[in-house]
Nanobody
Framework: QVQLVESGGGLVQAGGSLRLSCTTS????????MTWFRQLPEKEREFAAG????????DYTDSVKGRFTISRDNTKNTVYLQMNSLKPGDTAVYYC????????????????WGEGTQVTVSS
């Protein structure tokens, strides 16, 4: 049974930092592209950042470039999202997802999903 479990969310003031983790089990982690999506209040879920299976390929949505860093540790079956200089507009539920395809921004390419972790940024 495949499981993706996010952690690290919480409440932070604007300008602060959080590090999200997504630990997986039940899949060959090193062969999957891993991506963070987020769902802002009353908005559809959107792509935030993705990393290829080897860690060499990276993609970020424009609004997080320069502030967020995605990384992975294939020995720990875990993907991370370091979020710095957080803004109230980053308030969302953050989901990790796994895909056998190259990084895609369309969530339809993702087979497995976590249940999400809430990030709230206060002004």
């Amino acid at each position: 049974q495949v499981q993706l479990v996010e952690s690290g969310g919480g409440l932070v003031q604007a300008g602060g930092s959080l590090r999200l983790s997504c630990t997986t089990s039940g899949l060959t982690f090193s062969t999957y592209t891993m991506t963070w999506f987020r769902q802002l209040p009353e908005k559809e879920r959107e792509f935030a950042a993705g990393i290829g299976w080897s860690g060499d390929s990276l993609d970020y949505t424009d609004s997080v470039k320069g502030r967020f860093t995605i990384s992975r540790d294939n020995t720990k079956n875990t993907v991370y999202l370091q979020m710095n200089s957080l803004k109230p507009g980053d308030t969302a539920v953050y989901y990790c997802a796994a895909s056998r395809y190259k990084i895609q921004r369309d969530e339809g390419f993702y087979e497995y999903w976590g249940e999400g972790t809430q990030v709230t940024v206060s002004s």
